[in-house]
């Protein structure tokens, strides 16, 4: 099975999701596939796609939100793993689905770290335990290039995937790149702001379904989903 494009495994992943119908399945298992190291089959799995799964009417939409859902993990899984994602894609795009916009153009550096000072306190201010200067003693440098480039001009640009869908996708790269301190605090944030435990669920589900089928091993067990009702009623007034 490892390594070997199964074409009834990759209809299960869309059973899976079909119960968390605002995450869609694809992204999170494309995304999930970069982030664990396969890129190899990216392009067999967007054929599929193509064919059976996502609408000729909706193909250039979806195309785009799946090629910005990888750019946006960058700042997650690296430059090198999201490159070799979306060339990997590129091979199996059709030349009218392919797009040459530079969709964050006009994106001034002044409105983007606006924006992503915003962003992260908007995930990260109500989490328990979590003390945002720990982050700035540990490297100032390392503090604003996350919170000004990559929340700034990659998380919080929503020119293409609004902040519902990269939320989910940045959850489905921290899981496939076994990080589950992030992993915990994203999910932790995004429940407090809304979102629904079964859509966290489908996106776990299928991340812990690529790894085992294509026999990767995590250093700790699958992360479980915060429990939002505990976690909450920690947190200070």
Known sequence: ??????V??????????KSAARVKWYRTAI??????????????????LL?????EADQQLETGK???????????????KT???????ATATPSELMDSTYHREGDTSKEAIRRGRELFSQIYERIPGYDLSKTLEASPDYYHIVTELFYGHIFSFNGVLDGFET???IVAALLGIDCHEQAHNHMLGMLIHGADREGLESIRSIVVSLANHYDVRFKNPPITIPDLSISVSNICP
């Open 51 to 55: 064919t059976s799964y996502i609408p």
């Open 167 to 169: 939320g989910h996708i």
């Open 66 to 80: 799946i090629r910005e859902s990888l750019t946006k993990v960058c700042g997650i899984m690296g430059a090198a």
């Open 1 to 6: 099975m490892a390594g070997q494009f199964d």
């Open 8 to 17: 009834d495994f990759y209809h299960s992943l869309a059973a899976t999701g």
């Open 83 to 89: 490159g070799s994602a979306l060339r990997a894609l």
């Open 31 to 48: 995304v999930a596939l970069g982030a664990l190291n396969y890129p190899e089959e990216i392009p067999k799995l967007y054929q599929l």
